[in-house]
């Protein structure tokens, strides 16, 4: 119901936010066997979710749904791969290497003190930007999606650039944009 009464970027957000506590929740109390019934609940959320969209929503709850949909898909498909993998805590690599989300105080960051929204990738942590970006669908999450954001999120960390190159069309631009969207950053592209 939350997800049909909220913006489009807080519910992602906020999704986001519950998938890492809950991740973490389940590896803590019960190491690979809390991972796998935890994906049985996932399993169960996404179900509601097909429903929800079948049921004709209006437009923007619609958006917000795909949205929601692709980035759930791949919080299941992580968990599934760590399940078979059969990660037992939140220090292995499967699990630090995701964007995860947090609220947690912000004194390193700001030296203020004051509790924030934080996105962490191994050993990056970023303040969640604040910047309203719209409803907007998001980019299908694949591994090769997952490696360039630990490569990006890892360089903006020592306050370096990136510079994704390949074929022209294979989603170097998008998949840019899409981490923008993800740490609530305005990216803006343009052509030399």
């Known amino acids: 119901q939350w997800v049909q009464e909220w913006q489009g970027q807080l519910v992602l957000a906020g999704s986001q936010h519950y998938w890492s506590i ?3 929740e389940a590896m803590n109390t019960g190491g690979n066997d809390g ?3 935890y994906y049985q609940k996932m399993l169960a959320q996404l179900q509601e979710l097909v429903e929800i969209v079948r049921s004709n929503p209006p437009f923007l709850i ?3 749904l795909g949205a929601l949909m692709v980035i759930d898909v791949h919080a299941r498909d992580v968990t599934q791969k760590m399940c078979d993998d059969g990660v037992d805590n939140i220090n292995d690599f499967s699990w ?3 964007l995860r989300y947090y609220w947690e105080d912000q004194e390193d960051l700001t030296g203020l003190g004051t509790p924030g929204f934080i996105v962490r990738q191994v050993q ?3 303040p969640y930007g604040m910047e309203y970006l719209g409803n907007t669908p998001r980019l299908v999450i694949t591994p090769l999606t997952d490696r360039c954001y630990i490569t990006l999120t890892g360089a ?4 370096l650039g990136g510079a994704p190159q390949g074929p022209a069309g ?3 631009t998008e998949t840019t944009k899409d981490l923008a969207k993800a740490l609530a950053k305005q990216c ?3 052509n030399c």
Do not use: H, W, Y
């Open 96 to 98: 630090v290497s995701q």
């Open 188 to 190: 803006v592209v343009f």
């Open 170 to 172: 294979t989603g170097k």
């Open 35 to 37: 991972l796998k019934v």
């Open 124 to 126: 990056a942590f970023f």
């Open 62 to 64: 619609s958006m917000t």
């Open 22 to 24: 809950e991740m973490e």
């Open 156 to 159: 903006m960390n020592l306050l």
